[in-house]
């Protein structure tokens, strides 16, 4: 009895002592132990994300030509440069609230990405998609082109052309629209000129 109850208690001593060589060694090694896990971390996310498929459409933006502004400025009452032009578009491009509230109303072209979400937060989805997905970019510097393009990388089952190609429509479309308010207010500020005008030229005859 005495023999066994020995050999129990030194087997239990033995394994108490290896329990602490392993805990001292690991945390000696702890460095080391937490610079490999992280570093398979990484290599998994980079491994999946490398075999997540992703997609890139874009569409380079120019301005019109010159000419077929002629009609509108052929008027002598509104007039309007291709570049002038140019820049009001660019400037809805660039409108971060025209990008989300376009993307809110067209939920059917991001596909599986607003798949399940909640309305409460496809919004906070939406502008992580935005600023992780779409950019607008410009020629060298060195380059005397007037141009941008707008590129859009997307993953599998979001309608990426179509956005691109639907976005600019619309805001050019948008633009397109302000141009006859404007022509008419400026039409109705010639009409009131020209009233008060007369209106002067007939006081000087009734004076008369």
Not at 8 to 24: G, H, P, R, S, Y
Not at 64 to 86: D, M
Not at 159 to 169: D, E, S
């Amino acid at each position: 009895m005495d023999i066994n109850s020995n050999s129990f208690q030194a087997q239990q001593q033995n394994d108490e002592i290896d329990l602490l060589t392993l805990l001292a060694t690991f945390w000696q090694n702890r460095k080391t132990i937490i610079s490999i896990t992280l570093c398979c971390t990484i290599i998994a996310i980079t491994i999946a994300l490398i075999m997540t498929p992703s997609y890139q459409s874009r569409s380079v933006l120019k301005p019109i030509n010159p000419h077929s502004l002629y009609a509108l400025n052929n008027l002598n009452i509104y007039s309007i440069t291709a570049e002038s032009l140019f820049t009001d578009v660019e400037k809805e491009l660039h409108s971060y609230r025209n990008q989300e509230n376009f993307l809110l109303e067209n939920e059917d072209l991001l596909g599986p990405i607003l798949k399940e979400i909640t309305p409460e937060l496809k919004e906070q989805v939406v502008d992580e998609f935005l600023t992780r997905n779409f950019s607008i970019k410009y020629p060298e510097k060195e380059s005397t082109r007037k141009q941008l393009t707008l590129e859009l990388t997307y993953p599998k089952g979001v309608k990426g052309p179509t956005i691109i190609n639907r976005f600019i429509q619309t805001v050019s479309e948008k633009v397109k629209k302000e141009i006859p308010e404007t022509i008419k207010i400026q039409i109705n500020v010639e009409r009131n000129d020209l009233q008060d005008q007369l209106a002067i030229l007939l006081a000087g005859y009734n004076a008369k």
